[in-house]
């Protein structure tokens, strides 16, 4: 039985191109800017990124998101750097039709909704919440970043599983990065591989998917 969902973002409720065509381009844009107008907040996340890399942590930032590195440091910033393009409407998240359209009969059926995304937790409420297929905020239950693990290991699934308060068995979930469903599989979670690139998953879309 499904009493949950978890679902990634990028290539799985959101299109690969809109996190890497124009989420990451405008990080890579204004991040110095960022940084130097914020300068608080930013210390620490540049200490951070210094302690695992010495140079410029600038420098290391912007190389960082070229290489699409799942670092918590670089994460947060993003976010805080998105937050403002999409408060004066520069940016606007992409959510597909299928995957906004099956998110609201779930809710409706009484599932709890929840995302799992190596996108800050603030980076997840932003796409949802300023999206194409409005503010999608309010079916959600639970954000979980990589402050709960990397997806790509299954301890962070029980984690996870832990923290939503269902047996790993009830939650299904969804992502297109076959090794993140491999890791849910190894915690006893439910998972459907979705690809919308090459139609090569078990699903090419949420739109055939019955919980
Ligand atoms: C929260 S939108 C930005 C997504 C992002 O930064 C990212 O790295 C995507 O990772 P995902 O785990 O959603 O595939
Ligand atoms: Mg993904």
Same mark, same amino acid.
């Given at each position: ?5 978890l679902t ?41 990124v210094g302690? @695992? ?5 600038? @420098? ?6 070229? @290489?699409d590195r ?109 090794? @993140? ?31």
């Amino acid at each position: 039985m499904t009493k949950a969902v978890l679902t990634d973002i990028e290539g799985t409720t959101s299109s690969i191109a809109f996190v890497t065509d124009t989420l990451f381009p405008y990080a890579k844009a204004h991040l110095r800017d960022f940084v130097e107008r914020n300068r608080e907040i930013s210390a620490p996340l540049l200490d951070a990124v210094g302690a @695992e890399e010495p140079g410029d942590p600038v @420098e290391t930032l912007l190389r960082w998101i070229d @290489e699409d590195r799942k670092a918590t440091p670089l994460k947060t910033l993003q976010g805080l750097i998105w937050a403002e393009g999409y408060a004066d409407g520069t940016l606007k998240g992409h959510v597909y039709r299928d995957a906004a359209d099956a998110l609201r009969r779930w809710h409706d059926a009484g599932v709890a909704l929840h995302i799992y995304s190596s996108g800050s937790i603030a980076a997840q409420k932003l796409i949802f919440g300023n999206s194409n297929e409005g503010d999608l905020t309010p079916l959600f239950s639970g954000y979980f970043d990589t402050t709960s693990g990397p997806k790509k290991d299954a301890e962070s699934y029980r984690t996870i599983a832990r923290a939503i308060g269902e047996a790993p068995g009830d939650i299904l979930f969804l992502s297109d990065n076959i090794q @993140e469903i491999d890791a849910a599989r190894e915690a006893g979670m439910q998972a459907i591989h979705i690809d919308r690139e090459t139609g090569g998953g078990e699903m090419a879309s949420f739109a055939g998917i019955e919980l």
